[in-house]
C-alpha cells in the first residue's frame, strides 16, 4: 500500500483521486451489469450526462465556497429563480432568447455578490445567509411567475438553439463546456492570486489578513464565482429539463455539496480541489441516475445522497481530528 | 416568584417583537377590511401550528450554537408514514399519531448523534437529513399523497384537538391553548431544567460547560431530540390542518421555524433564546403569510421578506456585538 | 503562623526539549497568603498545574494535610480542596451569577431547578465575603473584576483549603483589587491557605506574609515578605548568571535617522498614551512582563486592532494605518508571537507562504508566476538557511524555528524595512534561536530596523540597542543598552502603580 503511494504517477495524480476514479469506474461497472446494460455505449453515457452538467456547474462554483470555509445552500433555489425568472421573461414578455440566457447568468451572480457582501463585510453566518437567500430566492421566483411552472422552448422551436449547449447533433457540447469550465476554474483556483487568496483565508483568515491582504474582499469573491456559476448552471438546467417549477430546488444543493465533498474539498475550509469535484460530480450522478434506472424512486436518491455526504464529512472530520 | 419570573415578565425583545405583531395587525385591518374578520383569526392560528410547534423544538439547537434544518421536510415525512399506517394499513388513528411522533424522534436522536458525538457541523448533517427525510416518508409509503381522515369522520376526533366546530357552525381555534401550554411547558423546561440549563451553558461555552462536570454530549445530543420530537408533534398537527400530505412537501417550512425563532430573539450564535419569543416571531411570519394577499400582495412576497428579517435580525445582534 | 498544609518536595518535570521545573520545593500554611514570584517562564503556572493535576510530575512528593497526594485533574484536586482561580476566567456569559456558581452541581426540587434556593446560597456566599452582587444579574453584564469575585467565590463555594491566585489583578481597577483584599484577608482569618501570582510588587507587599522566588524552573528561596524590601525580591528573581555576551553599547550610529516614530499611541486598557522612536539599524527592545500591553501595542501599531488616537509618522512622514493593508504598505511587517494563527497558513508550502504578502510581485499577467515564486522562495531558504527538503513543503511540517523563518522570509519578500518580532525565540530550541539572532543581526546590517518584544531577559539584553519597558499597558521607561541591567529594567516593569 505505501509502496502505491509512493509511486511517483500516483503521487502526481493524486492517491485520492486514483482511489475515486478507480470508484467512479466500479460503479459504473456495476451499474452496467445490474441494470442490463443500460448505461452501456457512449451515446448512452453521453445522454445520461446531460442530466448531469447543471449539477456540476452547481459543484464547482459550491467548491469555491467550500474553500474559504464557509457554506451555500441556497444554490438550488437561486439557480431555480434564475431558469424561472429569465425563463418567464422570455415566454411572457418576449425577451429575446440570448438575452435571456445572459439574464441568467446576472442573476445568479447578484445573488452571490448579495451573499458574499453579507458573509465578508457584515459577518452574518453563511448558513443564516443561505436561509435567507434560499428564501428571497424562492419568493422572487413565486412572484414572478405568479407561481406558474415555466417551460423553455423545444429544441425544434424558435430560441430552441440553446440547447446545443448541451447536445448538438449527437456531439456532447456540455460536456466539452463543462470541462472547459472546469479546468479555468482549476487555473483560477490554483494559478492566480484570487484562488490563492480564497484558498488560504479558507485555512488561516488572521494570519493572511495580518499579511496585509484585504481579506473581505477575495472572501466576497469566492460567493460571486460561485453565484456565477450558479447562473450557468440553471441555463444547463433548463437545457437538459425544459420545465421549472418555482418552490423547489433544494434537493440539488445537497447533490451539489455531495459532489464537492466526495472530491476532497474539506468542509473546514482551505483545501480543495476541482478535479476532484469533477470527478465526485460524476459519481453522485452516475450514482443518482443508477438508482433510476434500476426501477428504484427518485426518493432513494434523496435518502442515499444524504449519507453519503454524512460519510464524506465524517470521513473529513476523522482525518482532521487523527491530525491533531 | 420564579413563576412570575418565567411567564410574567417578557424581555425586551419580546415586547419589541409583540409591538411589530400589533402594528402588523393595525397594518393589515386598515388596509383591508377583510382582514378584520374572524376568518382571518383562524387562518393565522391554523397556519400557525405546526410552525409554532417546530420552532419550539428547533430554538434548542438554535440556542446550543447549532440548528436542525431537517424539521420541515421531516415533519411532512412523519405525517406521511402515519398517515399511511391509518389509511393503507388499518391501524387505529392514535397508533398513527404514535408514530408520527415516534418517526420525530428517531430523526432527532440520528441528528444528535451526527452532531454531538460525530462532531459534524450541524448545518451540513441537518441539511442530509433533510434530504434523508424528503426521501424516507415517500420510500416509505410507496410515493403517493395519503389523507388524514376528515374531521367529521368517526376517527377524526384527534383534529378536534386544533379546530372545534360548534352545532352552529361557528369554528373554535382551540388549537391555541394546546400550543400556549405547549409554549409554557417547554419555557419551563427550558429556563427551570437542567435540560435548559446546559443547553444555554453548551451555546453559551461548551468547553467550560464540560469542564463543569457537565454530561456535554448527552445534553447537546438531548437538544436536537427534542427538536425532533417537535418536528414529529408539528406532524400531528399539519396533518390535522392541511389533512393531505403531499410526497416531497415540506421543503422551506423549516425556515419559517427558524426565522420565527430568530425574529423572536433567539440568537444564530448561540446562548441566547426565549420560547416565548421563538413562539412571537413565528405569530410573525405567519402573519406576513396570511396578511399579504389581504393587501394585495402574493402569499410568495412573505418568502421574500422572511429572508429580509432574517437578516436584519441577525444584523442587529452582529452590530450589537460590535459595540 | 498556622500549621503546614501542603508541601511540594523536590518537583522535577521536563517538557520535549525544556526542563520547567528543576526540582522546586514549595510550603504553604493555614491562614497564610504565600506569594509565587517570577519572571514569565520562571515556571510559577506549571508548578501549579502540576499541583493541580493538569500535568502529571516527573519525580517529586506532594504532601498535603498529612498526607502524600497525587491528584489526577483538577475535579479530583477540586474535591480535595485545591482550586484555582484562573487569570482567564471560565464563564458562561449567558447564564446568571448564581447559575454560574452551581453549573454541573444545581439544587433541585424535583425536576425542577431550584434557581431561588441557588441565589439564595450565591447572596449567602456573597454576604460572607461581604461583596455586593446580585445572583440574578446575567454573568456578562458583571464587570470583568465582579467576574472575578465571582470566580473566588465559587472556589470558597467548593469548601476550598487551598485557594490558588493566577495572577488574579491582572485585569482589576484598584477599586476592585481593594474589595478582593477584604476578601483574602477574610479568608485568611478562616484559615484558608492561598497562594498568590502576581507580578505586582506593591500588592505583594499589601497582602502577602511570605514570597517564595522562581527563576528558571528552579526554587530560589523563601523570604518573609514584612522584612524584605522589593530590591531584595527583584535580585532574586534576575539573579543568573549571563553566559551569553549581553551588548554593551548600542551599535546604531547617534546620527541615524528615525524610521519610525510613534507618538501618544491609545488603544484601550492595554495601550495607554505609548510613544516612542526607532531608529535606521535598530533593534529596539520592548520589555516587560506578561500583559504589559506589548504586544496591544505592536497590533495597534500594526493596523490588525483598532486604536484611539495616536500619530505614527514613518520616515518623518506622518501616516494613517487603519488596517494591516495599509502598515504593510508602508512597509511594516509584524511577526507574531502566535506563528500558527496569525503568521503562517500552516496547510500551505513555504513558497506560498513566502509570497502571501506580496502577490503583486509574483504575478505574470493573470497568472501567478510559479517560477519566479519558487525562485524566490528558494533564495530565501537558503539566505536564511531554513531546513525544508523543498520549497514546495507544508509549513505544518517544519520545526518552529524554521516556521519562523518562513515568516521572516515572506516580510523580506515584501520589501519591509520595519519588522516588529513579537517573542521571536518563543517555543523554538537553543540552536535555533542563536541562528534567528543571528539573522536579526544580519538584517539590521542591512538597513532594516527591528523592534523587538521580548520576555526573556537575556534576549533583551543581547540583542538590544535600546530598551522601551511597559508595564500596566503604559510605557515606563526607555534604557539605552549601555545603562540597562536586569535590575533595572524589572524595576521599570514592576513599577508600583501610584
Redesign the interface.
Known amino acids: 500500500m505505501e509502496k502505491i503511494k509512493q509511486n511517483a504517477l500516483v503521487k502526481k495524480v493524486g492517491f485520492n483521486r486514483i482511489v475515486l476514479i478507480c470508484v467512479l469506474l466500479l460503479m459504473y461497472l456495476a451499474f452496467c451489469i445490474l441494470t442490463g446494460g443500460a448505461f452501456f455505449g457512449i451515446s448512452r453515457i453521453t445522454n445520461a450526462l446531460n442530466y448531469a452538467y447543471f449539477l456540476g456547474f452547481l459543484s464547482l462554483g459550491v467548491t469555491f465556497v467550500i474553500a474559504t470555509g464557509g457554506?451555500d445552500?441556497s444554490i438550488g433555489p437561486v439557480m431555480f429563480c434564475c431558469a424561472l425568472v429569465s425563463g418567464y421573461s422570455l415566454t411572457t414578455y418576449g425577451v429575446p432568447m440570448a438575452l435571456s440566457l445572459i439574464m441568467s447568468v446576472l442573476i445568479g451572480v447578484l445573488f452571490g455578490t448579495f451573499n458574499g457582501y453579507?458573509v465578508a463585510y457584515?459577518?452574518?453566518?453563511p448558513?443564516?445567509?443561505s436561509?435567507?437567500?434560499?428564501?428571497?430566492a424562492?419568493?422572487?421566483a413565486?412572484?414572478f411567475t405568479?407561481?406558474q411552472s415555466v417551460s423553455w422552448p423545444q429544441a425544434s422551436a424558435e430560441g430552441g438553439w440553446y440547447r446545443n449547449f448541451v447536445n448538438m447533433n449527437g456531439f456532447p457540447v456540455g460536456l466539452v463546456v463543462f470541462l472547459v469550465v472546469a479546468v479555468i476554474c482549476a487555473?483560477v483556483l490554483n494559478?492566480?492570486?484570487w484562488g490563492?487568496?480564497i484558498?488560504?483565508l479558507g485555512?488561516?483568515e488572521?494570519?493572511?489578513?495580518?499579511?496585509?491582504?484585504?481579506v473581505k474582499r477575495w472572501k466576497m469573491l469566492a460567493y460571486i464565482i460561485c453565484g456565477t456559476l450558479v447562473g450557468i448552471a440553471s441555463i444547463y438546467f433548463v437545457a437538459a429539463y425544459t420545465t421549472v417549477q418555482?418552490?423547489?430546488g433544494?434537493?440539488y444543493?445537497?447533490e451539489a455539496?455531495a459532489g464537492c465533498v466526495m472530491g476532497g474539498t474539506s468542509?473546514v475550509g482551505?483545501?480543495a480541489s476541482i478535479s476532484g469535484t469533477v470527478i465526485g460530480v460524476f459519481i453522485i450522478s452516475l450514482l443518482q441516475q443508477g438508482i433510476l434506472a434500476l426501477g428504484f424512486?427518485?426518493?432513494?436518491?434523496?435518502?442515499i445522497?444524504?449519507?453519503i455526504?454524512?460519510a464524506a464529512?465524517?470521513a473529513d472530520?476523522s482525518a482532521r481530528?487523527r491530525k491533531n | 416568584m420564579v413563576k412570575k419570573r418565567a411567564f410574567g415578565k417578557l424581555k425586551g425583545r419580546e415586547v419589541m417583537v409583540l409591538g411589530i405583531i400589533v402594528a402588523m395587525v393595525i397594518l393589515f385591518s386598515f388596509l383591508s377590511p377583510t382582514f378584520r374578520t374572524y376568518p382571518t383569526l383562524v387562518s393565522v392560528l391554523d397556519n400557525s401550528y405546526y410552525i409554532t410547534l417546530m420552532a419550539l423544538g428547533v430554538t434548542f439547537p438554535l440556542i446550543t450554537g447549532g440548528v436542525d434544518l431537517s424539521i420541515g421536510t421531516g415533519l411532512v415525512s412523519y405525517a406521511l408514514i402515519g398517515g399511511y399506517l391509518i389509511i393503507h394499513m388499518d391501524m387505529p388513528v392514535g397508533v398513527g399519531i404514535l408514530a408520527c411522533i415516534g418517526m420525530g424522534l428517531l430523526i432527532g436522536v440520528f441528528n444528535g448523534v451526527l452532531v454531538a458525538v460525530m462532531d459534524l457541523p450541524p448545518f451540513l448533517a441537518t441539511l442530509c437529513t433533510c434530504m434523508i427525510t424528503r426521501g424516507l416518508g415517500p420510500a416509505l409509503c410507496g410515493g403517493f399523497g395519503v389523507s388524514w381522515p376528515s374531521a367529521l369522520s368517526e376517527s377524526g376526533t384527534f383534529r378536534k384537538i386544533f379546530k372545534f366546530t360548534t352545532a352552529g357552525g361557528t369554528v373554535v381555534p382551540i388549537g391555541i391553548i394546546f400550543i400556549v401550554i405547549l409554549v409554557l411547558i417547554m419555557s419551563y423546561v427550558l429556563n427551570h431544567t437542567r435540560v435548559g440549563r446546559y443547553t444555554i451553558a453548551i451555546g453559551s461555552n461548551k468547553e467550560a460547560t464540560r469542564l463543569a462536570g457537565v454530561n456535554v454530549k448527552f445534553y447537546h445530543m438531548l437538544a436536537y431530540i427534542i427538536s425532533g420530537l417537535f418536528a414529529g408533534l408539528a406532524g400531528v398537527a399539519y396533518a390535522a390542518t392541511y389533512a393531505t400530505i403531499y410526497p416531497g412537501a415540506g421543503a422551506g417550512f423549516e425556515l419559517d421555524a427558524i426565522g420565527g425563532a430568530i425574529v423572536g430573539g433567539v440568537s444564530a450564535s448561540g446562548g441566547v433564546g426565549s420560547i416565548v419569543g421563538a413562539f412571537l416571531g413565528v405569530i410573525v411570519i405567519c402573519l406576513m403569510k396570511v396578511g399579504l394577499p389581504f393587501i394585495g400582495l402574493q402569499a410568495n412576497w412573505q418568502q421574500i421578506f422572511t429572508g429580509i428579517v432574517l437578516i436584519a435580525a441577525v444584523l442587529v445582534d452582529v452590530v450589537k456585538k460590535k459595540k | 503562623m498556622g500549621e503546614v498544609i501542603l508541601t511540594m518536595k523536590d518537583i522535577d518535570k521536563s517538557f520535549p526539549g525544556v526542563h520547567a521545573l528543576d526540582h522546586v520545593d514549595l510550603e504553604v500554611r493555614k491562614g497564610e497568603v504565600l506569594a509565587l514570584m517570577g519572571e514569565n517562564g520562571a515556571g510559577k503556572s506549571t508548578l501549579m498545574k502540576v499541583l493541580t493535576g493538569i500535568y502529571k510530575k516527573d519525580s517529586g512528593t506532594i504532601t498535603y494535610e498529612g498526607k502524600e497526594v497525587e491528584f489526577k485533574n483538577t475535579r479530583e484536586a477540586q474535591d480535595a480542596g485545591i482550586v484555582i482561580v484562573h487569570q482567564e476566567l471560565n464563564m458562561l456569559g449567558h447564564l446568571t451569577v448564581a447559575q454560574n456558581l452551581f453549573i454541573g452541581r444545581e439544587f433541585k426540587k424535583g425536576i425542577q431547578i431550584d434557581d431561588k434556593r441557588m441565589n439564595e446560597e450565591a447572596k449567602k456566599l456573597f454576604d460572607r465575603l461581604n461583596v455586593s452582587i446580585d445572583p440574578k444579574e446575567t454573568m456578562s453584564n458583571l464587570t470583568v473584576g465582579k467576574q472575578q469575585m465571582c470566580e473566588i467565590a465559587k472556589a470558597v463555594s467548593f469548601d476550598a483549603k487551598v485557594i490558588i491566585f493566577d495572577e488574579p489583578s491582572a485585569a482589576l481597577t484598584e477599586s476592585e483589587i481593594e474589595e478582593m483584599f477584604k476578601i483574602i484577608r477574610d479568608l485568611k482569618k478562616k484559615d484558608i491557605a492561598m497562594v498568590y501570582i502576581s507580578h505586582r510588587m506593591d500588592e505583594i507587599k499589601v497582602i502577602t506574609d511570605r514570597v517564595t522566588v522562581m527563576r528558571d524552573g528552579t526554587y530560589v528561596g523563601t523570604l518573609i515578605t514584612e522584612e524584605c524590601t522589593k530590591e531584595d525580591i527583584i535580585n532574586m528573581m534576575v539573579g543568573r548568571v549571563i553566559y551569553e555576551d549581553p551588548k554593551t553599547e548600542s551599535a546604531v550610529p547617534k546620527d541615524a535617522p528615525v524610521v519610525l516614530k510613534v507618538e501618544h499611541l491609545n488603544a484601550g486598557k492595554m495601550v495607554q498614551d505609548v510613544s516612542f522612536e526607532l531608529h535606521k539599524g535598530e533593534i529596539l527592545g520592548f520589555s516587560g512582563l506578561m500583559g504589559a500591553g506589548r504586544t496591544e501595542t505592536a497590533r495597534a501599531l500594526f493596523g490588525a486592532d483598532p486604536k484611539e488616537s495616536g500619530d505614527i509618522y514613518i520616515n518623518g512622514q506622518k501616516v494613517t494605518i487603519n488596517t494591516p493593508q495599509d502598515a504593510v504598505d508602508y512597509g511594516l511587517g509584524y511577526l507574531s508571537e502566535d506563528r500558527k494563527r496569525y503568521g503562517i497558513v500552516v496547510q500551505k508550502t513555504v513558497a506560498q507562504n513566502t509570497t502571501m504578502a506580496f502577490m503583486k510581485n509574483f504575478m505574470k499577467g493573470i497568472f501567478i508566476d510559479k517560477k519566479k515564486e519558487t525562485d524566490v522562495a528558494k533564495e530565501y531558504v537558503d539566505a536564511l538557511a531554513t531546513k525544508t527538503p523543498s520549497v514546495e513543503q507544508l509549513v505544518v511540517n517544519l520545526s518552529g524555528g524554521n516556521q519562523q523563518k518562513v515568516v521572516v522570509a515572506k516580510w523580506l519578500a515584501r520589501n519591509s524595512d520595519i519588522l516588529i518580532f513579537d517573542e521571536p525565540t518563543r517555543g523554538i530550541d537553543v540552536g535555533a534561536k542563536n541562528e534567528i539572532y543571528k539573522l536579526m543581526n544580519k538584517l539590521v546590517a542591512e538597513g532594516k530596523s527591528i523592534i523587538m518584544i521580548s520576555s526573556e531577559m537575556t534576549e533583551i539584553l543581547r540583542m538590544s540597542d535600546r530598551i522601551v519597558v511597559m508595564c500596566e499597558g503604559k510605557k515606563t521607561g526607555e534604557l539605552d543598552i549601555a545603562e540597562a541591567t536586569q535590575e533595572n529594567i524589572m524595576n521599570l516593569a514592576t513599577r508600583e502603580i501610584a
Open positions: 457554506i445552500f453579507l457584515w459577518k452574518v453566518p448558513f443564516i445567509v436561509m435567507a437567500s434560499m428564501n428571497i424562492k419568493g422572487i413565486a412572484v405568479k407561481t487555473i494559478q492566480t492570486k490563492r487568496y484558498l488560504c485555512s488561516n488572521e494570519a493572511v489578513r495580518l499579511s496585509g491582504v484585504n418555482p418552490g423547489y433544494d434537493q444543493n445537497n455539496i468542509m482551505g483545501l424512486t427518485k426518493e432513494y436518491q434523496y435518502i445522497t444524504g449519507l455526504v454524512i464529512v465524517y472530520v481530528r
